[in-house]
């Protein structure tokens, strides 16, 4: 009888699963992910850009200005105007002295404010300076 009883008391012990080791596995896993993620500050501007048959892809870590068909200059979503140019540039400069400079004209823009947004990047230390245009169809 004392047989049963043992059984009887085994069947009432539920077994336990630890999954702390699995959520820790779970976080450094996160945490890998979001340290080697790269993150692109769009111009927070649609631009229609031209069409070039030699376009081709650049780095993602890299400084958006984006030139408006009014003549508007945008970075980070935000009109920072021609004279904003050489602050935010030399302030991307001083993270990355390597950063890539991508300038996003309108098709419509004007090559006059074209050319002095390119000066201005050029005055503030940029040594990679890119247009960026749509791939021909």
Same mark, same amino acid.
């Given at each position: 009888m004392g047989r049963f009883q043992d059984s009887a008391a085994d069947d009432q012990t539920e077994s336990v699963v630890d999954i702390s080791p699995l959520i820790d596995c779970v976080f450094i896993l996160l945490i890998f992910f979001i340290v080697t993620t790269t993150f692109v500050e769009e111009t927070g501007v649609d631009v229609n850009k031209p069409q070039s048959s030699s376009a081709e892809a650049l780095d993602k870590n890299s400084m958006l200005l984006a030139i408006t068909p009014a &003549?508007?200059?945008y970075f980070g979503? *935000? /009109? #920072? &105007?021609i004279g904003g140019v *050489? =602050?935010? $540039?030399k302030r991307e400069l001083q993270k990355d002295p390597n950063t890539p400079i991508i300038i996003q004209a309108d098709r419509d823009a004007t090559v006059g404010i074209f050319? =002095? $947004?390119? /000066?201005?990047v050029n005055l503030a230390?940029?040594? *990679? $300076?890119? #247009?960026?245009?749509?791939?021909a169809d």
């Open positions: &003549g508007n200059v979503g *935000q /009109d #920072i &105007g *050489q =602050r935010e $540039v050319n =002095r $947004v390119l /000066d201005e230390g940029a040594t *990679q $300076v890119s #247009i960026s245009n749509s791939p």
